[in-house]
Nanobody, 123 residues
Framework: QVQLVESGGGLVQAGGSLRLSCAASGRTFSSYAMGWFRQAPGKEREFVAAITWSGGSTRYADSVKGRFTISRDNDKNTVYLQMNSLKAEDTAAYYC????????????????WGQGTQVTVSS
């Protein structure tokens, strides 16, 4: 069982940066791949980024590649999403999730989810 709590969301101007954090409980955190998803109003939840249990491999959606960076600190049971050059279309609720599947991009591949943190980018 893994419990996830996101933080770090907020209001930022276009071109700005935010760093999201996702704190996990449970001693098995380091055995899970972790992902970030987002959901804008009226839209389906979509994949943003994923990282393997070791942090050695990552995967990104094309829409955020080169702007967002996912990382993790297994000693702190935390995964991060550094978001730079933010755009209005990045506005969404951001969710972290834990998976037994390596670098999965599908929602069904993730067994545990946080409650989400809102990111609003003003243009």
């Amino acid at each position: 069982q893994v419990q996830l709590v996101e933080s770090g969301g907020g209001l930022v101007q276009a071109g700005g940066s935010l760093r999201l954090s996702c704190a996990a409980s449970g001693r098995t955190f380091s055995s899970y791949a972790m992902g970030w998803f987002r959901q804008a109003p009226g839209k389906e939840r979509e994949f943003v980024a994923a990282i393997t249990w070791s942090g050695g491999s990552t995967r990104y959606a094309d829409s955020v590649k080169g702007r967002f960076t996912i990382s993790r600190d297994n000693d702190k049971n935390t995964v991060y999403l550094q978001m730079n050059s933010l755009k209005a279309e990045d506005t969404a609720a951001y969710y972290c999730a834990a998976s037994r599947t390596r670098l999965g991009t599908g929602i069904s591949e993730y067994a545990y989810w946080g409650q989400g943190t809102q990111v609003t980018v003003s243009s």
